[in-house]
């Protein structure tokens, strides 16, 4: 049996991108469709029996009707050539209110054929050509779904997360039991296990969020466990392999060294061989460069020092999204010509410039060095160098003042 796994689409991300003049679109949004179709085409060339995807289709909980046909045009094409494909929700794909539907379910409420939406927890069935596959389903869970008020009122942060890991630790263990030994099977999961590297999800509200350990998924009643949620391919277990196959297109300069792509997976479960072989399949989509310059106090000519590096890069510029970082001096960036640099980078899809600019410390108070002195040296200065705007007495109840505040601080 050989399923293509893949995971984070978010189709929508239209950063650093253009709007394109043929199609009217995004170009990131084309980006993002243009990997879509090498997986398609690579999943009707080999003749998949299944299509698993885990989650976060796209970027918004309320994706545009564009975006919504773009989907569904390559789900139906696979589909239709009798390629199932399972959708599995995720965090991006809920809506905000209770009782709205997901951004997927419109393919369960349809019942299109070899469409297989999971929007909570259990087991799914799916015939495929090479026989019955069990998928456990673990979608994204909110923790208001899963816990009360009264049970979470006087737990913290970390609290609340050991309980949802209970929570869904005794979810998989208890679908699990109701697996057929005789049937492969497969656990579906959006979620963050820990132990997982991340990368650009870092920028994409990942933070005070429920993990789960991986001995939690990696139960031996499973021949593979597919993930999603984490945006950079990474094998967490061999036997069963826990895998994320990472997002399809790169989202930010989060994943400038990741390679993108989805995993080809082949199992073999019989009543004598249980074996899973899997691969990473990479896709050449739009790479993100940063290009890192640091211009000496001395350089008389920074923008040639700039346009030097530039040459150097120039066959890794053409198409792709590229950061230039420049760190110097306050005296060299009145001397940069940024039109001559952007001029020279005019081959990228996208180039900015960030600018890390050095400022040498000046002391406000006369000659003296201000960072060498004590908090209340600093105070009774100050005070004597604006005697023109306090009295005596005013200036002698500032600095008493102050000296009750450095005081509660220990800085004296």
Not at 216 to 242: M, T, W
Not at 350 to 369: A, E, H
Request: charged content about 25%.
């Amino acid at each position: 049996m050989k399923i293509i796994h893949f995971a984070d689409l978010h189709l929508g991300v239209e950063s650093y991108g253009y709007l394109d003049a043929e199609s009217g679109l995004p170009s990131r949004f084309l980006d993002f469709i243009k990997s879509f179709d090498k997986l398609v085409d690579y999943a009707l060339q080999k003749k998949a029996d299944l299509v698993l995807f885990t989650g976060d289709a796209y970027k918004s909980r309320d994706p545009s009707p564009t975006q919504q046909r773009e989907f569904a045009l390559r789900v139906k094409k696979l589909a239709a050539c009798g390629i199932p494909v399972f959708l599995l929700v995720g965090n991006h794909d809920l809506p905000n209110a209770s009782g709205r539907a997901t951004a997927t379910e419109i393919f369960d409420t349809l019942g299109i054929e070899n469409v297989f939406v999971a929007g909570r927890p259990g087991i799914v069935r799916i015939p495929t050509p090479s026989g019955i596959i069990q998928v456990l389903a673990l979608p994204w869970l909110k923790r208001s779904n899963l816990m009360g008020k009264d049970e979470t009122k006087n737990l913290d942060f970390a609290g609340i997360n050991q309980k949802m890991q209970e929570i869904l630790t005794g979810i998989i263990d208890q679908l699990s039991k109701e697996l057929e030994s005789s049937l492969p099977s497969v656990l579906a999961a959006h979620v963050w296990v820990q132990g997982a590297r991340i990368g650009s999800e870092e920028t994409m509200t990942i933070g005070q969020e429920h993990m789960l350990l991986t001995s939690a998924v990696a139960k031996s009643c499973f021949d593979y466990v597919a993930l999603g949620h984490i945006h950079r391919h990474q094998v967490l277990n061999e036997k069963p392999p826990v895998v994320y196959s990472g997002s399809l297109e790169r989202l930010d300069f989060g994943d400038e060294d990741d390679e993108k792509g989805f995993y080809v997976v082949d199992i073999e479960h019989t009543p004598r061989i249980r074996e899973t072989k899997f691969e990473f399949r990479s896709i050449s989509g739009r790479r993100f460069l940063t290009i890192k310059v640091a211009i000496e106090p001395e350089d008389s000519d920074p923008t040639a020092s700039i346009l030097s590096i530039l040459e150097k890069s120039r066959e890794e510029i053409p198409g792709n999204i590229i950061r230039l970082e420049i760190t110097l001096s306050q005296e060299n960036e009145g001397k940069l010509e940024e039109n001559l640099i952007r001029k020279a980078a005019s081959a990228a899809s996208y180039f900015s410039i960030t600018k890390n600019v050095k400022r040498q410390s000046r002391p406000r108070l006369g000659d003296i060095s201000v960072e060498s002195l004590s908090p209340y040296a600093a105070l009774k200065m100050y005070l004597d160098f604006n005697r023109k705007e306090y009295s005596d007495e005013q200036a002698g109840r500032l600095l008493l003042a102050g000296t009750d505040i450095i005081k509660q601080s220990g800085d004296i």
